[in-house]
C-alpha cells in the first residue's frame, strides 16, 4: 500500500486505499478501498448513514480521513495546504444543499473561483460561463441571483459552478435529493450528458435510473463499508450481498 | 363533483376567481373603530386627547410663542414667559467649537463639513467605489492638516484645545473606521482554529467587555502613562481615542462573530470545495453575507459610539456636551443651560436618528435582494 504501488498508476484519478474514519467512538468509514479511472463514472448507493457522503467528502477533505491514502490525480489528501488548494482546483463538487453563493449573481458565481484561484481574466472566465450557461439552458439567466431561480435551475448553475475550473473529476453528493420531484428530471438530464461526454463522475445518488443509464461500476455502501460493486447490468439483476437485494427492493418498490 | 370514502368527503373546488372582499376603511374609519367604538373607548379617548392637547400647547407656548429668539441681553430672557434660545445664538462658537482659538475656527468648521459632506456621499449606495474609501483615507491627513496646524502657515492648536462638534464627529469616525476591521479580525480569530490566536482574541473581547467605557478610559489616560517612560508620553486625545477603538471593536467583534455563525455551513463548504484561500473564502464569500445580516445590529453600535464620545469629558476632552457644560458657566446665562443642553439633543437626535433611518432603509434593500 503507498503513492509507489504499481495499481496508483495515472490510470486512476481518484485512489481511496484503506480509508478508515471516525465520529468519535463511531467508526463511520471501514476499510474503503477504490481506484477510479479516468473518464470513468462511479455510483454510490446505500441506505442513509452508510458512509456514502462522507467518503466522498473525504476526497476534497471537507471531512478529514483518520487512516489509509487518498491519491487525486497522484497528489495525496492530507493537511498540506497547497496540495490541498491544488486538489481542490482538480475536483469539482456539487451538494445536496446547492449552496450557490447567495451574495452573488449567477455569473459572479461562475468566475469567483476562475479568477480568484486560477487566475483565468474575467472576460474569458464570463464567456466560458456563458457557454456553460448556455448549454444547460439557462444562457438567460446570467445576472440573476440564486435566490430568484428554481430549486432545479440553481442546481443546474451549481453543476456549471463546478465545471468552470475544468475539473478532472466531478463530485455529487445526492445532487437531486433536496429537489421537487419536477425538477429532478432537469438536473439528471444535464448529468447524463456530462457524463456521455466522458467526464470523470463519482455521484452519490438514489437515482437508480441514472445509475443503470449512465454508471460504469455501482458502489453499494452500507454501514460505513463498500459491501459490494458490480456494473450495472449485473448489480440490479443479481445482487450477490442480502444487504444490497434487501436495499434495491426497499427503492423498488416504494 | 362530490367523491367519496367510507367516510371522508371532498369536493372539487369551483374554477373562479373573485376581488378580495375584505375591504380597507379610510383613516377615519379606521379612528372611529379603534377609539369610539363604545362609550368607555370614547370617554377615555377624549379625556386623553385633552390632556395631550393641553401638553402640547404649553409646550408649545414655552418653546415657540412665549420664546426669546434672539438677544444679546439675558436680561430680556429673564422677563420673558418662554425658552431662551438667545443662550444659543450667543454661546454657538463655542458649543461647536469649544476652546479652538476664536480666530481660527473657520478650520475645525471645514473639517467638519468636509466629514459630514463625505458621510453625505457615502450615504448613496449607487456611488459606492473603491474610490471613496480612497476619499476617506485622504480625508484623514486634511482633517488633521487643518485641526492640527503648524504647517502652510496655519497655527499650531494643540489637541487639549480641540471641542465641540469637529471632536466629537472625529472621535465617533475615527473610532469606527478602526474599530470595525478591528472587529472583524477579533472575530475571525475567535472562530479561527490555532489555539494562540483564539485565545488572545477571546481574551481581548472578554475583558473589554468585561470594563465599563469609563474603566477603559481612565485605564487609557491615567493609568498607562504610568507605566510608559516619560518619553512615551502619549497625547490625551489620542489615547481617549485608542479606548474608544478597542471598545467599540470588543462589542462589535461579538455582532461580527454572530452574522459569521449565521452564513451556512454550506457556503463555508462551497467556498472550500472551489479551491479558495482562507482570506478568499472570507473576503468573497463568508464576510459579505455575515456582514448584511448584522448591518441593523451593527448600526446600533455606532450609533452608540457616537454618544459615547460624551464619556471623553471626564479626561477634561470637550466634546460637544462638554463644550456645552462649559460655554453654559457664563454666570449671566446660567440659568437658561437647559435651552441650549436641548439644542445639543436636537444635534444628537438628527445625527443618530438619521443614521438609524438609513439603516433600516440600507436593511430594506438588501432584504429585497440588492447588492453592493
Not at chain 1, 42 to 65: A, D, F, W, Y
Not at chain 2, 341 to 367: G, P, Q, T
Request: aromatic share 10%; hydrophobic share 50%; charged share 20%.
Amino acid at each position: 500500500m503507498g503513492i509507489g504501488s504499481p495499481d496508483s498508476s495515472q490510470e486512476s484519478i481518484v485512489k481511496l486505499e484503506g480509508v478508515n474514519k471516525w465520529y468519535g467512538d463511531f467508526h463511520a468509514l471501514r476499510d474503503i478501498n477504490l481506484a477510479v479511472a479516468r473518464g470513468e463514472r462511479i455510483v454510490v448507493c446505500g441506505p442513509s448513514g452508510s458512509g456514502k457522503s462522507t467518503m466522498i467528502r473525504c476526497i476534497n477533505r471537507l471531512e478529514e480521513h483518520h487512516e489509509g491514502h487518498i491519491i487525486v490525480d497522484g497528489m495525496e489528501v492530507s493537511d498540506d495546504i497547497p496540495t490541498l488548494e491544488q486538489i481542490r482546483r482538480d475536483v469539482g463538487m456539487v451538494f445536496q444543499g446547492i449552496n450557490l453563493f447567495q451574495h452573488l449573481t449567477v455569473m459572479d458565481n461562475l468566475t469567483l473561483a476562475p479568477i480568484y484561484v486560477n487566475g483565468t481574466p474575467k472576460h474569458e472566465a464570463e464567456e466560458y460561463g456563458r457557454s456553460l450557461l448556455e448549454r444547460v439552458g439557462l444562457a438567460d439567466q446570467a445576472y440573476k441571483y440564486p435566490g430568484q431561480l428554481s430549486g432545479g435551475q440553481q442546481q443546474r448553475v451549481a453543476i456549471v459552478r463546478a465545471l468552470m475550473s475544468r475539473p478532472k473529476v466531478l463530485l455529487f453528493d445526492e445532487p437531486t435529493s433536496a429537489l421537487d420531484p419536477e425538477m429532478v428530471h432537469e438536473v439528471l438530464k444535464v448529468m447524463v450528458e456530462l457524463a456521455q461526454e466522458g467526464v470523470t463522475m463519482i455521484v452519490v445518488t438514489h437515482e437508480m435510473g441514472f445509475a443503470r443509464k449512465v454508471a460504469d461500476l455501482v458502489v453499494f455502501m452500507d454501514e460505513g463499508r463498500i459491501v459490494e460493486a458490480a456494473p450495472p447490468e449485473a448489480f440490479f439483476s443479481s445482487p450477490q450481498s442480502d444487504r444490497a437485494r434487501q436495499f434495491l427492493s426497499q427503492i423498488i418498490s416504494h | 363533483m362530490s367523491v367519496s370514502s367510507a367516510r371522508s368527503s371532498v369536493r372539487i373546488s369551483a374554477d373562479v376567481r373573485r376581488p378580495s372582499p375584505i375591504v380597507q376603511g379610510g383613516l377615519f374609519s379606521r379612528v372611529r373603530d379603534a377609539l369610539f367604538n363604545n362609550l368607555h373607548n370614547t370617554i377615555l379617548s377624549v379625556v386623553l386627547l385633552v390632556l395631550c392637547v393641553d401638553a402640547a400647547w404649553n409646550a408649545l407656548h414655552w418653546a415657540v410663542w412665549g420664546a426669546v429668539w434672539h438677544t444679546d441681553d439675558p436680561e430680556m430672557c429673564k422677563q420673558a414667559a418662554g425658552a431662551c434660545w438667545a443662550i444659543v445664538g450667543e454661546k454657538y462658537r463655542l458649543i461647536l467649537f469649544g476652546t479652538f482659538p476664536y480666530d481660527e475656527q473657520w478650520r475645525p468648521f471645514i473639517a467638519v463639513l468636509l466629514i459630514l459632506g463625505l458621510a453625505v456621499i457615502s450615504a448613496f449606495r449607487s456611488l459606492w467605489s473603491r474610490y471613496l474609501v480612497y476619499a476617506w483615507i485622504a480625508l484623514v491627513p486634511v482633517v488633521l492638516v487643518l485641526m492640527l496646524g503648524g504647517v502652510f502657515g496655519l497655527k499650531f492648536t494643540d489637541t487639549h484645545l480641540w471641542g465641540g462638534l469637529p471632536l466629537t464627529l472625529i472621535m465617533a469616525v475615527v473610532t469606527v473606521v478602526f474599530g470595525l476591521p478591528g472587529a472583524i479580525l477579533l472575530a475571525l480569530g475567535r472562530l479561527s482554529k490555532l489555539p494562540a490566536i483564539k485565545a488572545l482574541c477571546v481574551g481581548i473581547t472578554e475583558i473589554t467587555r468585561g470594563l465599563p467605557l469609563l474603566v477603559v478610559l481612565f485605564m487609557a489616560a491615567i493609568m498607562l502613562p504610568m507605566f510608559l517612560p516619560q518619553t512615551l508620553r502619549i497625547d490625551k486625545f489620542v489615547s481617549a481615542q485608542i479606548a474608544m477603538i478597542i471598545y467599540f471593536a470588543a462589542y462589535a467583534a461579538e455582532i461580527v462573530r454572530g452574522g459569521l455563525q449565521a452564513v451556512p455551513v454550506g457556503q463555508y463548504e462551497a467556498a472550500e470545495a472551489a479551491g479558495l484561500t482562507y482570506g478568499q473564502r472570507m473576503r468573497r464569500v463568508i464576510l459579505p453575507q455575515g456582514l448584511r445580516i448584522v448591518i441593523p445590529a451593527l448600526m446600533n453600535d455606532i450609533i452608540r459610539a457616537f454618544k459615547n464620545t460624551t464619556f471623553v469629558s471626564i479626561l477634561g476632552l470637550y466634546d460637544i456636551l462638554g463644550a456645552t457644560s462649559a460655554a453654559t458657566q457664563d454666570p449671566k446665562w446660567v440659568q437658561f443651560a437647559p435651552e441650549a443642553y436641548l439644542f445639543v439633543f436636537m444635534l444628537y437626535f438628527v445625527f443618530c436618528f438619521s443614521m438609524s433611518k438609513y439603516s433600516e432603509s440600507f436593511a430594506r434593500d438588501l432584504s429585497q435582494g440588492r447588492n453592493y
